[in-house]
């Protein structure tokens, strides 16, 4: 039997890419940032002490990170048992979003310029707003800005509540993202109202469209909710998600994984919300999980909780639960199976602002008669794509270098 489970943890970089300074992001390390911080005593609430990932280190993420940066992560040591190949790779998309990463990794990398609101106030056109609001029926709009999603629900929140304008803001990533409460406002509004924008977007060439939806009663307990939705464009060519299904093959979403490949090569879709129920979502699914199926996990919380919150160490928190429930999956797998564990680009808690950090990323290999030891620099994130390929024995990738067979 043949089955593919890729554990995608969303910003989880291991150091800065060969082309971070054209990014403001030299010297930017998710992992080992956030590893120092720990090692320091600087990231003790809710846990203790340097950052302890036993499980992840044996899988190789330890030695990968320093081979991308020169140097072992605080607290961890080379003298480790490896029980996986290990690798780093670089990015050849222009962007360091979700869906470049995201697409690159099935094998399609963005060689094209996405659009950008580059302004950080007064950031959208008229004429599109304009255009928006006309359709969906509304007069008007708060935001019009660069902001952290969190912070403008904070100050413009119950301005919203009172008037029923909705939040429209962006960041350095590709995208429109439209926070709306959803009982004032209405769930299904915002999700209609962001339909409206994808459509009246598409001559700016932007990536996504985020619905932001939130509940509560004021600034103290205004809360983002499960219920967020992505509207993504179309990949530009087949990823290795649509090659795999059109073979006969089972692609299994959990979490935002359809939401992020526009729904292209999806064969089911299981939501869940937050990282132990995503978590024991991927269990249920590789239990379930025949032959010729890929099961695919977004881990988004270490990005939306942690890495654009600059939380350093709830981040740390994260991951060490995630360490401490890996060996529920290697239970799991058969030894023709092949787990891969990686991430989308990096969101370095500790690094200025809130956006994404241009970062290598880890690419952990085990199982499927892998040996243990270095992958070495790849780079492309496609490797991942054509390694997935060569395992399936599809037609190979345009783009990647396969690590599998
Ligand atoms: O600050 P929040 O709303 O979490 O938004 C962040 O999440 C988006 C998607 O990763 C990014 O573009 C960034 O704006
Ligand atoms: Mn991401
Ligand atoms: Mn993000």
Not at 366 to 393: C, V
Request: glycine letters at 10%; aromatic letters at 10%; one cysteine or more.
């Amino acid at each position: 039997m043949k089955r593919t489970v890729i554990m995608m943890l969303d910003s989880f970089g291991v150091g800065a890419a060969s082309d971070a300074q054209a990014f403001g992001d030299l010297g930017s390390d998710t992992f080992g940032n956030i590893a120092k911080a720990c090692a320091e005593g600087k990231a003790n609430d809710g846990r203790q002490g340097p950052l302890k990932l036993p499980n992840l280190a044996k899988l190789g993420l330890a030695l990968a990170a320093k081979e991308s940066t020169g140097k072992m992560p605080q607290g961890f040591s080379d003298d480790v048992e490896i029980i996986g190949a290990y690798g780093h790779a670089d990015e050849l998309s222009s962007g360091k979003d979700t869906p470049s990463g995201h697409w690159e990794m099935a094998g399609v990398p963005v060689l094209y310029e996405w659009g950008y609101f580059s302004d950080l106030t007064n950031s959208f056109p008229k004429e599109l707003t304009d255009k928006i609001l006309a359709r969906a029926g509304l007069s008007d709009y708060l935001g019009n800005c660069h902001a952290s999603g969190t912070a403008i629900l904070e100050e413009l929140g119950e301005e919203h509540m009172r008037s029923g304008m909705p939040i429209f803001y962006t960041s350095a990533d590709s995208v429109f993202q439209i926070a709306c409460h959803e009982e004032s406002f209405g769930l299904e509004k915002l999700y209609e109202l962001c339909i409206i924008a994808r459509e009246e977007l598409e001559p700016y060439n932007i990536g996504r469209v985020i619905a932001r939806p939130f509940v509560g009663t004021g600034p103290s307990d205004f809360a983002r909710t499960g219920n967020r939705r992505d509207y993504a464009v179309e990949p530009p060519a087949k990823t290795v998600l649509d090659k795999l299904k059109e073979s006969g093959g089972e692609v299994v979403s959990v979490g935002k994984i359809a939401d992020i490949y526009a729904h292209c090569g999806i064969t089911q879709k299981v939501k869940a919300t937050g990282l132990e129920a995503l978590f024991d979502a991927t269990l249920d699914q590789v239990k379930l999980a025949g032959d010729r199926t890929l099961v695919f996990t977004n881990f988004v919380d270490f990005d939306s909780h942690y890495g654009h919150r600059r939380d350093i160490a709830g981040y740390a928190r994260a991951l060490e639960y995630f360490d401490s429930r890996l060996p529920e999956i290697l239970a799991l797998l058969d030894d023709d199976d092949l787990l891969l564990l990686t991430a989308d680009h990096g969101c370095d808690p500790t690094w200025p602002g809130s956006d994404h950090t241009r970062e290598r990323v880890p690419v952990l290999a085990y199982g499927a008669g892998l040996t243990a030891g270095s992958l070495g620099l790849r780079n492309s994130f496609a490797d991942i794509g054509q390694s997935i390929a060569s395992y399936f024995e599809l037609e190979p990738m345009e783009y990647g270098t396969s690590f599998v067979g």
